[in-house]
Structures are given as C-alpha cells and as structure tokens.
C-alpha cells in the first residue's frame, strides 16, 4: 500500500513538472511571467534645503524681545552615501517574442547611514537683532523605507537576456535631528528612471544589474527645537542607486 502511495506522490510530482515545463515552452517571450529578486549595492542622496521659519515667542531664552519670526537655513550639508539592500518583484507581459512591458514594486529595508550638516537660525533684519545670526545646531540625517512602483518595458536580446528601462512612482522616509530638534521624518515623493539588465544562469536563476536615479518634491517638515521654537523645513532630494543581485523567472 506504501508503495503504491509513492508511486501516485511521484506521479503527481512528475506531472506538475510537466504541466510547468510545457507551460515555458508555450510562452509568446521566455522573460513572461512573475518574478522575485534581491540585490545590494551603492546610494547616493543629494539633498536640497532651502530657507524656513522658526517662529521664536516673546521673551525665550531671556532675549526680552516680542515674538518674531526667524528665517532657518542649511550650510555645510553632506551628501548622504551609503550602502543599500533591495528586494523586488513583479510580472513581465509578453508583447511579442523581442519585446515585454513589466510591472514591478521594488523596497530597500532598513535605514541608510548618516550624514551632517549646519541648521541655523537668523533673526529679521531690523530691530532688535538686525539679522544676527541666533543659533547654528549640528543636524544629523538618513534616509529610510525607500520604495518604487514603476513600469518596465523591455527587450529580450534572447531567452537568457533581458535588457529593460524602469520609469515609476517612489517615495522615501527623511529622518532629522539636531541637539535642540528631537528625532524627526518627512515623508518625500517624486518619480524613478533607471536601467537594468539581466542575464540567465541556469533555467530559473538569473544575475543582474540596475542604475536607478529618483527625484524627490519639496515637502515642509514641522518640528519644535528647544520645546518651545516651531520650525517649519523645506526639503527635497535627489539620488542614485546600483545594485547587482540574484534572482528567480517563475
């Protein structure tokens, strides 16, 4: 009786092998149909912080003035560079033997390194400061949760090679602090370009290579230095991506 409950198990496995074999060979492209990958490699994020405010209220910190509002600015900022992890999915329709359009989601976890720079706060021009500059905190910050939806088309050089564009939606996490600004995040979003390629290693698996480049829109961070000082931000980005990774054709 065990025997016979192999032999049916086996069965079974033999056909579903076949059924899924018989299925890659009646695709219209090799490269049609859901896939997995992960990757690591390099980023680079550019920032862009122009003038804020910080309303000060009247009297903090013993400057015996009325409530005014003080501009914020940037200096000395550091690109961030980092290194980066990536695991991504999604499906590949077939157009024609050459030629296929993917739909793919792709996510970086984790946190990316730190990198530096000057926030400083600058009074108005007139009286009682006349635009002295009335503190300059050391700001740290790191980008997170960074993801991509794009659209993929591509070109199959043969079965085993696959050379595609990626144009898309993506967003990021912006995490900044200062010794009088608690951890804070803004939330960016803007669109992704790229490149990539990809190239069989045995029926299933295949290596590949990406380029990414995103560009972020200005949002506004809200914070309050000194528990008493509402700032509000501008901030904005730009940045780049390379990875090379593993993956598996389903």
Do not use: C
Not at 162 to 186: D, E, R, W
Not at 190 to 201: F, S
């Amino acid at each position: 009786m065990k025997t016979v409950k192999i032999s049916a198990l086996t069965l079974a496995m033999m056909g579903v092998l076949a059924t899924s074999a018989n299925a890659q060979s009646t695709k219209t492209n090799a490269w049609e149909g859901f896939y997995g990958q992960v990757g690591v490699g390099y980023g680079s994020v550019t920032p862009s912080i122009p003038n804020g405010t910080a309303s000060v209220p009247a009297g903090f910190g013993g400057l015996g003035a009325p409530a005014f509002t003080a501009t914020t600015s940037a200096s000395d900022v550091n690109n961030l560079n980092t290194a980066v992890a990536n695991i991504a999915a999604g499906y590949n329709f077939a157009i024609d033997s050459s030629w296929v359009v993917g739909l793919g989601v792709s996510y970086d976890p984790g946190a990316s390194s730190g990198a530096t720079g000057q926030l400083n706060m600058k009074a108005p021009a007139g009286a009682p400061f006349y635009g002295a500059t009335l503190d300059k905190q050391t700001a740290s910050y790191q980008m997170k949760n960074v993801y991509s939806v794009t659209v993929n088309p591509g070109y199959a050089i043969d079965k085993d090679k696959l050379a595609y564009l990626m144009l898309g939606y993506t967003g990021a996490t912006v995490a900044l602090s200062t010794p009088a600004i608690p951890y804070n995040t803004v939330n960016l979003t803007g669109y992704t370009v790229g490149l990539g390629y990809k190239q069989m290693v045995t029926q299933s698996l295949y290596m590949l290579g990406e380029f990414k480049y995103a560009s972020y829109g200005q949002k506004t961070a809200s914070a309050t230095a000194y528990g008493a000082v509402p700032i509000s931000q501008p901030v904005s980005a730009n940045g780049a991506e390379v990875l090379v990774g593993v993956g598996y054709r389903f």
